[in-house]
């Protein structure tokens, strides 16, 4: 699988990133300009993740968006983990957005 960390993805010029978490950890704190597709709704919803662009797949941790990250690769999609997840994001100090 492969990964990227947060401060490389930050510096894509344009990047796609995936956010896989539940709307409320959305709400919370969030990458702005992130899609966001909950990891329970992948499957169903692959369709509207682009094929012809790297896709940066966020969740809180890494382990979720690991998963997500492998189902991608599976359908064909260049996926990237972002290692550590929005919580390294944040650790890291790039900017996230908090609350609605």
Known sequence: MNSITPEAVHAVDDAYILDVREPAEVVEARVEGAAHIPLGD???????????????????????????????????????????????????????VSGE
């Open 42 to 96: 992948l499957v169903e919803r692959v369709g509207e993740v682009p094929d012809d662009r790297t896709v940066y797949v966020l969740c809180r941790s890494g382990a979720r968006s690991g998963r997500a990250t492998e189902f991608l690769a599976a359908q064909g999609v260049d996926a990237v983990n972002i290692e550590g997840g929005i919580i390294e994001w944040y650790q890291r100090g790039l900017p996230i």
